[in-house]
């Protein structure tokens, strides 16, 4: 069948109507694409903002979380080896004492300020955090566990005053043992030292039998009111007779670092001593 040239028109003009309803759509489509993307894009960018930021946020917290349990760590630790050496003080002052510590200990102390001058006229006293609201009087004993460390010299009503055994006008009536810890070998007296943390036991005849050795132990022996006796002092350092005289030059170091305590315990032992020297009068 022969096509004529009117029909052939007829196809060629369809073919462009159809060529031109696909553009048509395609570019609309485009153009509404593009319209939709400029609308969608801010909330797309938005959204990734809030995923980052919430990220950012829970990281943090996180870190802050880290940060808080490990803080809660330190203080149980510090808490735990508080209560270990309290544990510990109290165990010695039953043990090597032989006192309950909840009858002869009024209070547990916190160090608040040092004083202390060097030289020949070294003194070394602390002030404390405890005073006549604790129950705490002059002449009462300071403690680290069952060793003697000062003596209460001054009392106010929230703090008080300890004197160490190191401070020049401290006196304590001491007995040296000898290195086994058993057997008395000599008495005298301790004092403060011009050397820091250091005291001289002075008084100590010298007589044939006697040989002061270092490492020799020197304890309290009772003599005072307030001191119960064997209450360990401080261990020998130096040891020497001295020329002038028939006395013993002796150095002593506390068994602790008076210079650097930071806890005490106050003790008051007046009742226990006038209660034993009341039976020692009886029995006599």
Same mark, same amino acid.
């Given at each position: 069948?022969?096509?004529?040239?009117?029909?052939?028109?007829?196809?060629?003009?369809?073919?462009?109507?159809?060529?031109?309803?696909?553009?048509?759509?395609?570019?609309?489509?485009?153009?509404?694409?593009?319209?939709?993307?400029?609308?969608?894009?801010?909330?797309?960018?938005?959204?990734?903002?809030?995923?980052?930021?919430?990220?950012?946020?829970?990281?943090?917290?996180?870190?802050?979380?880290?940060?808080?349990?490990?803080?809660?760590?330190?203080?149980?630790?510090?808490?735990?080896?508080?209560?270990?050496?309290?544990?510990?003080?109290?165990?010695?002052?039953?043990?090597?004492?032989?006192?309950?510590?909840?009858?002869?200990?009024?209070?547990?102390?916190?160090?608040?300020?040092?004083?202390?001058? +060097?030289?020949?006229?070294?003194?070394?006293?602390?002030?404390?955090? %405890?005073?006549? &609201?604790? !129950?705490?009087? =002059? @002449?009462? /004993?300071?403690?680290?566990?069952?060793?003697?460390?000062?003596?209460?010299?001054?009392?106010?009503?929230?703090?008080?005053?300890?004197?160490?055994?190191?401070?020049?006008?401290?006196?304590?009536?001491?007995?040296?043992?000898?290195?086994?810890?058993?057997?008395?070998?000599?008495?005298?007296?301790?004092?403060?030292?011009?050397?820091?943390?250091?005291?001289?036991?002075?008084?100590?005849?010298?007589?044939?039998?006697?040989?002061? +050795?270092?490492?020799?132990?020197?304890?309290?022996?009772?003599?005072? %009111?307030?001191? &119960?006796? !064997?209450?360990? =002092? @401080?261990? /020998?350092?130096?040891?020497?007779?001295?020329?002038?005289?028939?006395?013993?030059?002796?150095?002593?170091?506390?068994?602790?670092?008076?210079?650097?305590?930071?806890?005490?315990?106050?003790?008051?032992?007046?009742?226990?001593?006038?209660?034993?020297?009341?039976?020692?009068?009886?029995?006599?």
């Amino acid at each position: 069948m022969m096509m004529t040239p009117y029909r052939r028109q007829i196809l060629v003009a369809a073919a462009l109507a159809l060529l031109s309803v696909l553009l048509m759509v395609t570019g609309l489509t485009a153009a509404v694409t593009r319209s939709l993307g400029s609308v969608f894009d801010p909330w797309r960018a938005e959204r990734m903002a809030e995923g980052l930021d919430n990220s950012s946020d829970e990281g943090h917290k996180e870190e802050q979380t880290i940060q808080a349990v490990s803080v809660a760590n330190h203080r149980l630790k510090a808490i735990n080896a508080d209560l270990r050496q309290r544990l510990a003080e109290y165990e010695a002052i039953a043990g090597e004492g032989g006192q309950d510590p909840q009858t002869v200990v009024v209070a547990r102390v916190q160090v608040v300020s040092q004083s202390s001058r +060097e030289g020949q006229e070294r003194s070394a006293v602390i002030d404390v955090d %405890g005073g006549a &609201l604790d !129950h705490v009087k =002059l @002449g009462m /004993v300071a403690m680290v566990g069952w060793c003697l460390v000062g003596q209460v010299a001054g009392e106010g009503t929230y703090r008080s005053t300890i004197r160490l055994i190191t401070d020049k006008d401290s006196r304590v009536p001491a007995t040296l043992f000898a290195a086994d810890r058993e057997r008395p070998v000599a008495e005298g007296v301790l004092a403060g030292s011009s050397k820091p943390d250091h005291c001289r036991l002075l008084y100590v005849e010298d007589h044939p039998d006697l040989e002061v +050795e270092l490492g020799m132990q020197v304890y309290t022996s009772g003599l005072a %009111g307030h001191f &119960l006796p !064997h209450m360990p =002092l @401080g261990v /020998v350092t130096e040891a020497q007779r001295q020329v002038s005289s028939d006395m013993w030059s002796i150095e002593v170091r506390p068994h602790y670092r008076l210079s650097t305590i930071t806890n005490l315990l106050i003790a008051d032992f007046e009742k226990h001593t006038d209660t034993t020297q009341t039976e020692d009068r009886e029995q006599e």
